[in-house]
């Protein structure tokens, strides 16, 4: 059975872990490293404890909203008891930033003003969710079952490393933003967390910035200088397709009015038929 709250938790605790790893840092290593690897195991389980649900065909869901349906998106009131069917689409909306009506900022059990109206062009209104279906949830697992294991091997081969406190960050800020990446419902989240990914990439390529050593490359000193650059030169590469990213992001929701991806495929659905 799915851990409640397990798309939002499944990316949150790495997250939580990278955040904290600097304290715990400041208590003791061992425990930095322990909690570092822990984190990153939490992820894990609760990534295969949607599994079940998915393979079941159905999902039970602990959250206040939900939207259903490639066609007219009805709303249903939120009830964790009942088993909802979802043939495989389904979009979650944890926390709705922008509503579409501008009268209630949503989140759960925490009533509060209204969000002023920023445009015209957010009629489906901005918000965080998660799409939970297969291929999301496979990938997810993938992210965070991986993750962890090479959390595992990083304790014996970067044993007595200098700048643990960073790689551990650095690792744990990665596993959560791909996951993040993976199971977000709309091409902003995803653009999100692919930048996220990005910045731990640069990070952990130049982790050994420091290194005193001569350099494998002639037109550096040391290879420490080499690791530097060849972090800079992903980080740049990656800006360059990043870019590009956004503007098809950006051309998109002007041409179908949303970010999301449910609705984009209903569009697309739509749009065949006529």
């Given at each position: 059975?799915?851990?409640?709250?397990?798309?939002?938790?499944?990316?949150?605790?790495?997250?939580?872990?990278?955040?904290l790893t600097p304290l715990f840092s400041k208590i003791h290593h061992k425990l930095r490293d322990l909690?570092?690897?822990?984190?990153?195991?939490?992820?894990?389980?609760?990534?295969?404890?949607m599994i079940p649900d998915i393979w079941a065909?159905?999902?039970?869901?602990?959250?206040?909203?939900?939207?259903?349906?490639?066609?007219?998106?009805?709303?249903?009131?939120?009830?964790?008891?009942?088993?909802?069917?979802?043939?495989?689409?389904?979009?979650?909306?944890w926390m709705a930033l922008i509503p579409y009506d501008w009268t209630q900022l949503w989140i759960p059990n925490i009533p509060i003003n209204p969000p002023a109206q920023i445009g015209a062009y957010l009629p489906q209104g901005l918000y965080a969710g998660v799409l939970i279906d297969p291929l999301?949830?496979?990938m997810a697992n993938v992210t965070a079952c991986i993750g962890f294991l090479i959390m595992v091997f990083s304790l014996g081969y970067m044993h007595g490393e200098p700048d643990l406190t960073r790689y551990w960050f650095f690792m744990n800020f990665f596993i959560g933003g791909m996951i993040f990446l993976v199971i977000s419902d709309n091409l902003?989240?995803?653009?999100?967390?692919?930048?996220?990914?990005?910045?731990?990439?640069?990070?952990?390529i130049g982790f050994?910035?420091?290194?005193?050593?001569?350099?494998?490359?002639?037109?550096y000193v040391t290879e420490g200088e080499y690791n530097a650059y060849c972090g800079m030169k992903a980080f740049i590469?990656?800006?360059?397709?990043?870019?590009?990213?956004?503007?098809?992001?950006?051309i998109i929701f002007f041409a179908s009015g949303t970010f999301n991806y449910v609705q984009l495929q209903q569009n697309a659905a739509i749009q065949l038929l006529n």
């Open positions: 059975m799915m851990i409640p709250y397990a798309p939002w938790l499944v990316w949150i605790i790495p997250m939580l872990g990278a955040v909690c570092a690897i822990l984190f990153a195991g939490a992820a894990a389980v609760i990534a295969v404890s065909g159905y999902i039970t869901l602990p959250q206040p909203q939900i939207l259903l349906g490639l066609t007219a998106f009805p709303t249903y009131p939120w009830d964790i008891t009942i088993p909802l069917t979802t043939d495989w689409h389904i979009i979650v909306k999301s949830i496979f902003i989240q995803m653009f999100i967390g692919w930048e996220i990914v990005g910045l731990c990439s640069w990070g952990l050994w910035h420091k290194a005193r050593e001569p350099s494998p490359v002639p037109d590469t990656t800006k360059v397709g990043d870019i590009a990213l956004l503007i098809a992001i950006v």
